[in-house]
C-alpha cells in the first residue's frame, strides 16, 4: 500500500501559494526560502547552520532516494527551518542508509512539504530573489500560512552566528571518511589552527584535521586574547547565517589577527567578516549561489 500524508501549504509572504503534502512535522515554520541546486548531499544541507532561518527548496526533482545515515550530518541537528522538494520516492536504497528522509524529517521535527511545482518556485525566486515564506502542515488555511509568512521580518540586520556557534571551545581530531574504514582520527599534527565557529560544517573541520592541522574551535564571541593565548599558526573564520554586518565582535577579532600578521583565512561568512575587517563593504545578493556546482 503506498503511503499517504497529510497536505501541506507553501506560501510567500507575496500572496503566492502551493499545494503540495506534509513529509515532516506538523505545524508551521517561517524563514527566507532560497533554493539549492545540488543533486546529492540534502543531509548535509539540512543539517548545515548557514542555512538557519531559511527554508531551501531543492531544484533537483527526486530527494530521499538514498535515505539518510548518521555519518552524513554537518552538525548535530538540522539547522534548515524548513525543507521543499518535488517528489519524494517511495523507496529509499543505499548500503550506508539507516532511515528515510521522511522518518528523519518527523524525528528532528523539521517541516517539509513536496508535491509542488519546484521548477516555477525557483522561477519565482531568481526573478525576485530569496521571499519569506511558511509552510503549513496538516492544516488547511491559506491566509493563515500567508500571515505567517510575512510575519517574518528577514535576516537583513540578524546575527545569527552566536546563535548557532558551540559555546565553549574543544579540540578537533576527526579526519575524513574512506570506504570501508569510516572516518579516521588525527595522528601527529604539524601546524595549530584556530577556527572561529559561526556555524561551521563539520567537514570542513574534518578536512583541515586530514591535511595536518591541530584544531581548536572557539565560540563565536571569543574575543582575540582568546585566540591569541592558544599560540596559533593560523586563524580559520568558518561558514555561517545571517547578516556579517552586525558581528562587531568577530570582526574587531579579525582586524588584530590581521594587524599581528596573523595567517587569516575564511569560507563563506567568514569571508565576508573577513572583508568587513579589511574596510570593505557588505551587500546582500538578489540571488545567492546556493548548491554543488558553484564556480569558485
Known amino acids: 500500500m503506498l503511503p499517504s500524508f497529510p497536505s501541506a501549504i507553501l506560501a510567500l509572504a507575496d500572496g503566492t501559494v502551493f499545494r503540495g503534502y506534509s513529509i515532516g512535522a506538523s505545524g508551521h515554520t517561517i524563514g527566507e526560502v532560497v533554493f539549492n541546486t545540488a543533486i546529492t548531499g540534502y ?8 542555512y538557519s532561518r531559511q527554508i531551501v527548496t531543492l531544484t533537483y526533482p527526486h530527494i530521499g532516494n538514498y535515505g539518510v545515515n548518521p555519518e552524513d550530518v554537518e552538525a548535530t541537528k538540522v539547522h534548515a527551518a524548513g525543507l521543499i522538494i518535488k517528489d519524494l520516492p517511495i523507496l529509499a536504497s543505499n548500503f550506508r542508509k539507516e532511515h528515510t528522509l521522511a522518518h528523519y524529517l518527523k524525528q528532528e521535527k523539521v517541516v517539509a512539504i513536496a508535491g509542488i511545482d519546484t521548477r516555477k518556485l525557483t522561477r519565482i525566486l531568481r526573478e525576485k530573489g530569496a521571499q519569506n515564506g511558511c509552510i503549513l502542515a496538516g492544516e488547511d488555511n491559506v491566509q493563515k500560512a500567508i500571515d505567517l509568512a510575512r510575519s517574518f521580518p528577514g535576516l537583513a540586520g540578524m546575527d545569527l552566528a552566536k546563535v548557532v556557534s558551540v559555546k ?50 572557539l565560540p563565536a564571541q571569543a574575543s582575540a586574547a582568546d585566540a591569541l593565548a592558544l599560540n596559533p599558526d593560523g586563524i580559520f573564520l568558518s561558514n555561517g547565517p545571517g547578516d556579517p554586518e552586525p558581528c562587531d565582535y568577530a570582526i574587531a577579532a ?36 546556493r548548491g554543488a556546482n558553484q564556480p569558485v
Open 43 to 50: 543531509q548535509e544541507i539540512l543539517t548545515d547552520p548557514s
Open 168 to 217: 565553549e571551545p574543544y579540540e578537533w581530531t576527526q579526519t575524513e571518511w574512506k570506504l570501508g574504514e569510516g572516518y579516521g582520527k588525527q595522528d601527529k599534527p604539524q601546524f595549530h589552527v584556530v577556527a572561529f565557529d559561526f556555524g561551521v560544517k563539520f567537514n570542513i573541520l574534518r578536512m583541515l584535521a586530514e591535511r595536518g592541522c591541530k584544531v581548536t574551535v
Open 254 to 289: 579579525t582586524r588584530e589577527f590581521i594587524a599581528r600578521g596573523i595567517p587569516t583565512f575564511g569560507i563563506c561568512l567568514g569571508h565576508q567578516i573577513l572583508s568587513l575587517a579589511l574596510g570593505c563593504k557588505t551587500s546582500k545578493m538578489h540571488l545567492g549561489h
